[in-house]
């Protein structure tokens, strides 16, 4: 995996295969008007009033990815601010919705919900027609130049097919989906084998009868989780303060997370 990190402050972690940055650049502004959530209910003024209700009819189908995305053509020559963000993000989160629908209809989901700027978390580049990245910088359309910090090389004859901007309460991460034709040889089974079972109060049990302890990661920070979660209850919701408490216990939820990927990392490679 590739860590990115555009900032000077801030240490990004390797959490999944891909590639991560944490981007500092104003972008995430422009990628708020990408998000064409279906919200027939939706009003301009805090009540419905008699000229402006249902954006469709209660009888018609539901907008589909062609239909949203003419509608997204005509939505640009009215608002010139959409034209700031890249068309192909703004053509994957249709796609994004569209899959929300069918996944209602056919899955039984609940209906989409309207994403707003703390919800809208990540948008995708789906392709690239020169190598966007050169030493510490990748090019992203529309954004430009921004600095990164890569975790690892990128291994040689691999090509980058897409970016994924991931907003996470410690920073802005981008993931890179790489492509490469390798002809993964099929390795028999060798070696001595080992069951391994996972427990609540162990964190796992070996057939040969070695025990690790769970770490409870959560038990060493419920503490000031608690103290957070007390203190943002009494914030009035919309507040700047409100916003700032719910950060830090995000933040924290980050480093929790964070600390028990790192210690599966850890803890594996001695069973392999």
């Not at 209660?58 to 995305?69: C, E, F, I, K, S």
């Not at 700027?117 to 510490?136: A, E």
């Not at 991460?173 to 391994?196: E, H, R």
């Amino acid at each position: 995996m590739i860590c990115l990190d555009g900032t000077s402050k801030g240490t990004s972690h390797v959490l999944r295969s891909g590639v991560k940055g944490n981007f500092h650049a104003p972008f995430w502004r422009e990628v708020g008007e990408s998000n064409f959530s279906y919200s027939p209910n939706k009003c301009a003024i805090n009540y419905c009033s008699l000229q402006q209700e249902y954006i469709i009819s209660a009888d018609a189908p539901y907008p589909n990815y062609n239909v949203q995305a003419a509608n997204l053509t005509k939505a640009k020559k009215t608002n010139p601010e959409i034209k700031k963000v890249n068309a192909q993000v703004l053509q994957q989160v249709l796609k994004t919705l569209e899959r929300a629908f069918n996944s209602m209809k056919e899955k039984g989901y609940g209906f989409p919900r309207f994403k707003n700027k703390y919800r809208m978390r990540s948008f995708v580049f789906p392709q690239f027609k020169t190598n966007p990245i050169s030493n510490d910088w990748i090019k992203l359309p529309q954004i430009g130049l921004v600095r990164m910090r890569l975790s690892r090389p990128i291994p040689e004859g691999f090509k980058l097919k897409q970016v994924r901007v991931v907003r996470r309460a410690s920073g802005y991460f981008a993931m890179l989906s790489l492509q490469s034709n390798v002809n993964i040889p099929d390795t028999p089974a060798s070696g001595y084998p080992l069951g391994i079972d996972i427990g609540l109060d162990k964190f796992l049990a070996t057939s040969d009868g070695e025990l690790i302890e769970r770490p409870k990661f959560l038990a060493q920070l419920h503490g000031e989780l608690k103290l957070l979660q007390r203190r943002f209850k009494s914030k009035k919701p919309g507040s700047v303060n409100r916003h700032k408490l719910n950060q830090k216990s995000s933040r924290i939820h980050q480093k929790i997370s964070d600390t028990r990927k790192d210690f599966h990392a850890l803890t594996s490679p001695s069973f392999v």
